[in-house]
């Protein structure tokens, strides 16, 4: 059964403490690793898109890391406007409907 | 980037009443496009898949007589939830595929509360 999980749920930090995101995926094929911010009230934010293991991608204070079976979002130095929850998501085996991890929600604290 | 807009971002209605909701995608056409549903601190739940000119394909547990969704054109999706109640008060987000890619992108989201 395809499968997104992140950890950890919940994750604070201070201001400038980097850390990183995790997320694992049981998906036979995988045509994609999305990464995507939601802020509260409001639909999610595009960021990343992985293909292939190896592949890594920045922006700004965010870069995101994939291997075979998982994915991290690592944050550097981060400031209280990175605040918000971070979703995961890969596309099942067959279709194009995204199955989404249940988040982590990131608070960065001044 | 791909900008997606929804409207009404937020709605309240009675029991019993019909709401449509519209998705657009505003710089690129979408032969596909999703609408999902997000209950408070939780992550999204997939309804169902709408492809352009063609019926809609939904989840399990999801109702198609309720959720009612049109994608008639290649920028427009709509989902209609009819006679709505409690219930169904949720935070409803459409997406859409950008052309053969996997990538989707999210519009702003609608509340809808029913009274």
């Known amino acids: 059964e395809d499968q997104v999980t992140q950890s950890p749920e919940a994750l604070r930090l201070q201001e400038g403490e980097s850390s990183s995101l995790n997320c694992s995926y049981t998906v036979s094929g995988l045509r994609g690793l999305f990464w995507y911010r939601q802020d509260p009230g409001k639909g999610p934010e595009f960021l990343f898109t992985?293909?292939?293991a190896g592949e890594e991608k920045e922006k700004e204070r965010l870069k995101a890391t994939l291997t075979k079976k998982e994915s991290f979002l690592h944050i550097t130095a981060p400031k209280p406007e990175d605040s918000a929850t971070y979703l995961c998501a890969a596309p099942g085996a067959t279709g194009y409907a995204l199955n989404f991890g249940k988040g982590t929600s990131l608070l960065v604290t001044p | 980037g791909a900008v997606v807009s929804q409207h009404p971002s937020w709605v309240i209605c009675k029991s019993g009443t019909s709401v449509k909701i519209e998705c657009r995608s505003l710089d690129f056409q979408a032969t596909t496009m999703f609408w999902y549903r997000q209950f408070p601190k939780q992550s999204l739940m997939l309804m169902a898949t709408s492809n352009e000119g063609s019926k809609a394909t939904y989840e399990q547990g999801v109702e198609k007589d309720k959720f009612l969704i049109n994608h008639a054109s290649l920028t427009l999706s709509t989902l209609t939830v009819t006679s709505a109640h409690p219930e169904d008060s949720s935070f409803y987000i459409c997406?859409?595929?950008?052309?053969?890619?996997?990538?989707?992108?999210f519009g702003p989201g609608t509340r809808l509360t029913v009274l």
């Open positions: 997406s859409a595929r950008v052309g053969t890619t996997d990538t989707q992108y």
């Open positions: 992985l293909y292939s």
